[in-house]
């Protein structure tokens, strides 16, 4: 693995608040120049520490006011049955986020969509591609923090 300096730390900190501002800009908070900060760009996508440049959007200008915390829990721990999830997952754009778990939860979904009613199709659509012993869901009232940013 590629080792990073503190240079390189300060073109992530900005690049990850703000993929879109000019090159200029990152290179004056890393302290560098335009050239040497474009190099370390370069090659921090190409060592991967950069893995895309993404907008944000705002989901409820979109129309999609309520993001839930769907839990799973299986009994079925087969490939096939492993492999039916993950492509149910994928296959899904309201899933923003899914994670499979340690502990007494198997798998978390974070799920973005219009309301109450369109989760319940979302619901009727997922346990009708794959079999789940147990689902659970929370609906977010408040968010209080929710970033992209990593703590670097």
Known sequence: MTSIDEFDLKILRQVQKDAAQPIEVVADQAGLS?????RRIKRLEADGFITSRV????????????????????HDHEPGWLEKFRNAVRSMPEIV?????????????????????????FYQRLIAKVPISEVSASFVMEDIKDTTGLPI
């Open 34 to 38: 335009r050239n040497a900060c474009w």
């Open 97 to 121: 986020g899914a994670h499979r778990m340690s502990g007494d939860l198997d798998y978390v979904l974070r799920v973005r969509v219009k309301d109450v009613k369109a989760y319940d199709a």
């Open 55 to 74: 907008a944000l959007l705002d989901a409820e200008k979109l129309d999609l006011d309520l993001m839930v915390y769907v839990m799973v829990r299986t």
